[in-house]
T-cell receptor
Framework: NAGVTQTPKFRVLKTGQSMTLLCAQD?????MYWYRQDPGMGLRLIHY???????AKGEVPDGYNVSRLKKQNFLLGLESAAPSQTSVYFC??????????????????FGEGSRLTVL | KNEVEQSPQNLTAQEGEFITINCSYS?????LHWLQQHPGGGIVSLFM???GKKKHGRLIATINIQEKHSSLHITASHPRDSAVYIC?????????FGEGTQLTVNP
């Protein structure tokens, strides 16, 4: 049981290049999230998914795309990287609470983070 | 004004001290997470609570949903408790994070 795994852990890109970050979880979680963490700011939600085949925009979605073709995987893509996208990216997953329909009160599991630098 | 605010932003303590970190939120939430982020960067979930109090070892978390306030307490603090502590409010399928509290416990 690996939990939440992110790849790659580190990447350096040039402006305009594209790349994909992969998040994989083996806990059969419904909900998956992509966050970015920047100095002096809290974790900010980029995109999220509440189930296979569904995605939704978070607070800072511009410049990113996502896909959730399989329940266990959530991919984050940068089509044309910009220096402003230099950040540490975290993936997280959880299950929805059965006690309160529609509210996600499940425990959160995070990946180890992916440090992306765009030159 | 952030929807989720933590205080203090930075906290330095001596080993053995009792520590309190506060989290206040202005949005409606159904539950709140307390997370720990170590210098290596990994984030670990400490607690998820929607009412009352939870205890795990030397850590205690309390929440008052009506007053929109939660606290994380660490008893008998230890240098290994040094980390960033983050609270996150749950609203539907999304979370709103505080900026974190940097805790340093000196031996």
């Amino acid at each position: 049981n690996a939990g939440v795994t992110q790849t790659p852990k580190f990447r350096v890109l040039k402006t305009g290049q594209s790349m994909t970050l992969l998040c994989a979880q083996d806990m059969n979680h419904e909900y998956m999230y992509w966050y970015r963490q920047d100095p002096g700011m809290g974790l900010r939600l980029i995109h999220y998914s509440v189930g296979e085949g569904t995605t939704a925009k978070g607070e800072v979605p511009d410049g990113y795309n996502v896909s959730r073709l399989k329940k266990q995987n959530f991919l984050l893509g940068l089509e044309s990287a910009a220096p402003s996208q230099t950040s540490v990216y975290f993936c997280a997953s959880s299950y929805p609470s059965r006690m309160r329909q529609g509210a996600n009160t499940g425990e959160l599991f995070f990946g180890e983070g992916s440090r992306l630098t765009v030159l | 004004k952030n929807e989720v605010e933590q205080s203090p932003q930075n906290l330095t303590a001596q080993e053995g001290e009792f520590i309190t970190i506060n989290c206040s939120y202005s949005v409606g939430i159904s539950a709140l997470h307390w997370l720990q982020q170590h210098p290596g960067g990994g984030i670990v979930s400490l607690f998820m609570l929607s009412s009352g109090k939870k205890k795990h070892g030397r850590l205690i978390a309390t929440i008052n949903i009506q007053e929109k306030h939660s606290s994380l307490h660490i008893t008998a603090s230890h240098p290994r408790d040094s980390a960033v502590y983050i609270c996150a409010g749950v609203g539907g399928s999304r979370l709103t994070f505080g900026e974190g509290t940097q805790l340093t416990v000196n031996p």
